[in-house]
């Protein structure tokens, strides 16, 4: 399986594009979330990803950084529809106020010509806690984070007798561990150096520092940790996040850069 991290970066970052990410198998692509503008669309060509390939979008939660980028996916798509390029449908999950926020934003702010596919060719599914759909050929369940700013999703992606868990932007809630059991990748919210908490602050937006995210990890038995949606005042953050991750955690470290490809 090919995971392409689009972004990595938190809410306010101007050097990198805010996390989002794709699963591919082969040429269908499974988006998560699409950051906070435009610059989406570029990102995707630029790492080959065609948009007419993309059936399934999962929005984690409707804060923009997350969830503005999906309407210009939208757009394109219903433009590429109207042209006759855009083939079967286009599958927007997400929980409740997810799908009520982009749909009202989409309304607000698009076409006629492109709302007009909505529930047609461009369908919104709301999914609830627990539930498992099978997209781009392997099962996905769905799951409340429990966030404690607003509802939040996030994901189990069971592949190839292989488990990734996404634990959404937030730390991981310890009601939840049970859901990291036997998974072979987490994927986990790394605000900031630990040594670095005085600057970023990131307990009162609550979110993790490297040391956190690489306790859990290492309490929890996870083989594999991809940290992800940090500040960039560390453009560069790599060699810094895995040297102070190596003190807390002694599985494998992975601190993606802006359109980099890992294969899980």
Same mark, same amino acid.
């Given at each position: 399986m090919k995971l392409t991290i689009l972004g990595t970066?938190?809410?306010?970052?101007?050097?990198?594009?805010?996390?989002?990410?794709?699963?591919?198998?082969? *040429?269908?692509?499974? $988006?998560?979330?699409?950051?906070?503008?435009?610059?989406?669309?570029?990102?995707?060509?630029?790492?080959?990803?065609?948009?007419?390939?993309?059936?399934?979008?999962?929005?984690?939660?409707?804060?923009?950084?997350?969830? $503005?980028?999906? %309407?210009? %996916?939208?757009?394109?798509?219903?433009?590429?529809? *109207?042209?006759?390029?855009?083939?079967?449908?286009? *599958?927007?999950?997400?929980?409740?106020?997810?799908?009520?926020?982009? +749909? @009202?934003i989409c309304?607000? @702010?698009?076409?006629?010509?492109?709302?007009?596919?909505?529930?047609?060719?461009i369908n919104f599914i709301t999914v609830s806690d627990g539930e498992t759909i099978n997209i781009i050929g392997n099962d996905v369940t769905f799951f409340?984070?429990?966030?404690? +700013?607003?509802?939040?999703?996030?994901?189990?992606?069971?592949?190839?007798?292989?488990?990734? %868990?996404?634990?959404?932007?937030?730390?991981?809630?310890?009601?939840?561990?049970?859901? %990291?059991?036997e998974c072979d990748w987490l994927m986990h919210e790394a605000f900031c150096l630990y040594g670095e908490r005085d600057i970023f602050k990131p307990y009162e937006k609550h979110h993790s520092t490297v040391k956190e995210a690489c306790e859990t990890a290492q309490a929890l038995n996870v083989p594999n940790l991809i940290l992800y949606h940090t500040e960039d005042k560390n453009i560069n953050k790599s060699e810094l996040y895995t040297c102070e991750?190596?003190?807390?955690?002694n599985g494998n470290i992975v601190v993606p850069n802006d359109n980099e490809i890992i294969f899980i």
């Amino acid at each position: 399986m090919k995971l392409t991290i689009l972004g990595t970066g938190s809410a306010a970052v101007t050097k990198c594009y805010n996390t989002c990410f794709a699963f591919s198998n082969n *040429n269908k692509h499974f $988006l998560i979330d699409a950051g906070g503008g435009n610059q989406i669309l570029k990102i995707l060509s630029d790492n080959d990803i065609k948009i007419n390939n993309i059936h399934d979008i999962f929005i984690t939660h409707s804060h923009t950084d997350h969830i $503005l980028g999906v %309407v210009w %996916v939208i757009r394109i798509i219903g433009q590429n529809i *109207n042209s006759g390029k855009y083939k079967d449908n286009l *599958n927007i999950y997400g929980h409740d106020e997810a799908i009520n926020s982009i +749909k @009202t934003i989409c309304e607000l @702010t698009l076409p006629k010509k492109i709302t007009k596919h909505f529930e047609n060719q461009i369908n919104f599914i709301t999914v609830s806690d627990g539930e498992t759909i099978n997209i781009i050929g392997n099962d996905v369940t769905f799951f409340d984070i429990l966030s404690t +700013k607003t509802k939040q999703y996030g994901f189990i992606l069971n592949y190839n007798n292989k488990k990734l %868990v996404c634990c959404g932007d937030e730390p991981l809630n310890n009601k939840l561990f049970d859901k %990291v059991n036997e998974c072979d990748w987490l994927m986990h919210e790394a605000f900031c150096l630990y040594g670095e908490r005085d600057i970023f602050k990131p307990y009162e937006k609550h979110h993790s520092t490297v040391k956190e995210a690489c306790e859990t990890a290492q309490a929890l038995n996870v083989p594999n940790l991809i940290l992800y949606h940090t500040e960039d005042k560390n453009i560069n953050k790599s060699e810094l996040y895995t040297c102070e991750g190596k003190d807390f955690y002694n599985g494998n470290i992975v601190v993606p850069n802006d359109n980099e490809i890992i294969f899980i």
